[in-house]
């Protein structure tokens, strides 16, 4: 129905930026809310950043004043820009994503993850 696909991931060193890229696909007519998640080993799925159609944004604490989402509707992109990386980022990042296709039925959808790790 609405597959989203990931990218951007990759090996840092502390300090440094990574943009990950994700582009929904399908039949879409609308994306609501679209996200950031991540999943480090061991730990819970936790939210990392959100966007909304509107132009709203949230972020978790330990991303605010590094983390940067942002969204191209007309790629039914959404992009998450990560600066100052901490070795604490390390994990994979899912995508998230919620809309309406063109038939009218609302859907969820999540990307298959791109890994980000952060070491010297």
């Known amino acids: 129905q609405v597959q989203l696909v990931e990218s951007g991931g990759g090996l840092v060193q502390p300090g440094g930026s990574l943009r990950l890229s994700c582009a929904a696909s399908g039949s879409i007519f609308r994306l609501n809310t679209m996200g950031w998640y991540r999943q480090a080993p061991g730990r819970q799925r936790e939210l990392v950043a959100v966007?909304?159609?509107?132009?709203?944004?949230n972020y978790a604490d330990s991303v605010k004043g590094r983390f940067t989402i942002s969204r191209d509707n007309a790629k039914n992109t959404v992009y998450l820009q990560m600066d100052s990386l901490k070795p604490e980022d390390t994990a994979v990042y899912y995508c998230?994503?919620?809309?309406?296709?063109?038939?009218?039925?609302?859907?969820?959808?999540w990307g298959q993850g791109t890994q980000v790790t952060v070491s010297s």
């Open positions: 998230n994503a919620g809309g309406v296709t063109k038939s009218g039925h609302g859907f969820g959808s």
């Open positions: 966007s909304t159609s509107v132009g709203s944004t």
